[in-house]
């Protein structure tokens, strides 16, 4: 299909520039997100020169509702206008995607026009993550095990390790246990789980099954689909993030008990204070 003229959507952060009292206070929200637990996803909108070009910035680990509720503002459209799009619409999604568009709507920042339409935005999304990620039936596979690197690690760092772990359970044939599987079932994002979570009827519960999920649970950016493709050599098969910063890897069960009840003392210390 055709695509509307954008441009080469960034995906790194535009050139620093003075920053206006809102921009001020999006930076410090920012370093909020980044220094408190779990995952805080932000949009962020800016204004070009003259007032007259905005753009919208699909942050990595978006899901693809969270996409649509984006676009669906950034183009002034009705609530629920981009995802009837992205059923609607043929989006050159790759024949592997089975028609989902998850893990397909690249991070990225887009320019907005007066004739953007959702479609035209979402089919961009998906032209340019075929452009970074390839098409060829591999690409899925990647793609699902990136989104559980980009949710689950705590840094950019740790995300080579985490896939490393992700890689070594299938291996053996070991159920994955991701919370970040069972938040996205839930349409949710907690790090809390509770035994009766992990019992949940869903394709997606990875406590209970064995294997992947049916799909990518948000989608990732380049550098978790790099450590995916690349993880670095080594035995782990459990990993916690007991606070920010402080990721444990371990082959050892016994050590990943210890790690875990840490990590629980901790959530309990950070509730006490809320």
């Given amino acids: ?21 809102r921009g001020r206070l999006f930076l410090l929200v920012c370093v909020l997100a980044v220094l408190g637990a779990g995952v805080v996803l932000l949009l962020l909108w800016k204004e070009e020169e003259g007032g007259q070009a905005k753009s919208l910035t699909v942050p990595e680990g978006w899901r ?11 183009v002034g459209a009705e609530p629920g206008t981009a995802k009837k799009a992205a059923a609607s619409t043929d989006l050159a999604l790759p024949a592997a995607a089975g ?18 339409t959702a479609s035209s935005l979402l089919a961009y999304m998906v032209k340019t993550a075929n452009e970074r990620f390839g ?12 989104s559980i690197v980009q949710a689950e690690a705590d840094t950019p760092a740790d995300m080579g390790k985490v896939a490393r772990v992700i890689q070594n359970r299938l291996n053996r044939g070991m159920p994955l246990q991701m919370d970040s599987t069972l938040n996205y079932a839930m349409n949710r994002s907690t790090l809390d789980t509770t035994h009766e979570d992990t019992r949940i009827d869903s394709p997606y519960n990875t406590y209970e099954r064995k294997g992947l999920p049916p799909t990518p649970i948000g989608n990732p950016g380049l550098e ?3 450590a995916t493709r690349t993880p670095p050599p080594g ?21 990943q008990k ?12 950070a509730k006490g204070e809320g």
């Fill in 235 to 255: 035995n782990w098969l459990y990993f916690v993030t007991v606070k920010p910063g402080d990721t444990r890897f371990t082959d050892d069960y016994e050590v």
């Fill in 1 to 21: 299909m055709e695509y509307e003229s954008y441009g080469s959507p960034e995906v790194m952060p535009p050139p620093k520039r003075r920053r206006s009292r």
């Fill in 99 to 116: 028609g989902n568009p998850e893990g397909y709507l690249f991070p990225a920042t887009y320019p907005v026009k007066d004739t953007t």
């Fill in 224 to 226: 978790a689909l790099r």
């Fill in 135 to 146: 098409t060829g039936p591999e690409v899925r596979r990647d793609l699902v095990v990136a």
């Fill in 64 to 74: 693809s509702s969270q996409v649509y509720a984006a676009v669906d503002k950034a």
């Fill in 258 to 269: 210890r790690n875990v009840a840490e990590f629980n003392e901790v959530r309990r210390g």
